[in-house]
Protein backbone atom coordinates (compact mmCIF):
# COMPACT_ATOMS: atom_id res chain seq x y z
CA UNK A 1 0.00 0.00 0.00
CA UNK A 2 1.13 3.58 -1.29
CA UNK A 3 -0.04 6.64 0.88
CA UNK A 4 1.37 10.33 1.02
CA UNK A 5 2.50 11.62 4.10
CA UNK A 6 2.71 15.60 4.47
CA UNK A 7 6.41 16.61 4.69
CA UNK A 8 7.38 20.18 6.23
CA UNK A 9 10.79 21.43 4.45
CA UNK A 10 12.20 24.67 5.92
CA UNK A 11 15.79 26.52 4.91
CA UNK A 12 17.98 26.70 8.25
CA UNK A 13 21.12 28.77 7.53
CA UNK A 14 23.03 26.45 4.54
CA UNK A 15 20.93 23.37 5.59
CA UNK A 16 17.08 22.32 4.67
CA UNK A 17 15.50 20.47 6.88
CA UNK A 18 12.62 18.19 6.51
CA UNK A 19 9.77 16.68 9.03
CA UNK A 20 7.06 14.44 8.67
CA UNK A 21 4.79 15.63 11.91
CA UNK A 22 2.99 12.60 11.18
CA UNK A 23 5.51 9.91 12.56
CA UNK A 24 7.34 12.54 14.44
CA UNK A 25 10.89 12.23 12.52
CA UNK A 26 13.14 14.93 10.83
CA UNK A 27 15.77 14.98 8.21
CA UNK A 28 18.73 17.24 6.87
CA UNK A 29 20.19 18.33 3.85
CA UNK A 30 22.29 20.14 1.79
CA UNK A 31 19.60 21.00 -1.37
CA UNK A 32 16.12 20.45 -1.76
CA UNK A 33 16.33 17.57 -3.88
CA UNK A 34 18.67 16.01 -0.69
CA UNK A 35 16.60 16.47 1.93
CA UNK A 36 13.75 14.85 0.05
CA UNK A 37 15.78 11.62 -0.35
CA UNK A 38 16.91 11.55 3.23
CA UNK A 39 13.40 12.29 4.61
CA UNK A 40 12.14 9.58 2.18
CA UNK A 41 14.92 7.21 3.53
CA UNK A 42 14.45 7.69 7.08
CA UNK A 43 10.47 6.90 6.63
CA UNK A 44 11.12 3.89 5.24
CA UNK A 45 13.76 2.77 7.40
CA UNK A 46 10.87 3.96 10.62
CA UNK A 47 8.81 1.50 8.41
CA UNK A 48 10.73 -1.41 8.50
CA UNK A 49 12.32 -1.26 12.28
CA UNK A 50 10.47 -3.91 13.82
CA UNK A 51 11.64 -2.08 17.19
CA UNK A 52 9.88 1.41 16.25
CA UNK A 53 6.73 1.95 17.76
CA UNK A 54 3.96 2.52 14.65
CA UNK A 55 1.44 4.74 14.04
CA UNK A 56 -1.91 3.14 13.00
CA UNK A 57 -1.91 3.37 9.42
CA UNK A 58 -5.80 3.56 9.22
CA UNK A 59 -5.64 6.62 11.96
CA UNK A 60 -3.26 8.30 8.90
CA UNK A 61 -6.03 7.51 6.00
CA UNK A 62 -8.25 9.48 8.04
CA UNK A 63 -6.11 12.37 8.73
CA UNK A 64 -6.61 15.47 6.31
CA UNK A 65 -4.52 18.63 5.34
CA UNK A 66 -5.03 22.22 4.85
CA UNK A 67 -4.22 25.35 4.99
CA UNK A 68 -5.82 28.43 6.32
CA UNK A 69 -5.67 32.05 5.41
CA UNK A 70 -4.60 34.36 7.97
CA UNK A 71 -3.62 38.00 7.73
CA UNK A 72 -0.13 38.78 9.02
Do not use: H
Not at 30 to 36: Q, R
Amino acid sequence: MEIALPIVIAREGRWYVASCPLLDIASQGKTEDEVKRNIRALINEYIKDPDTPKVNVKSLLELSLTTVPVTV
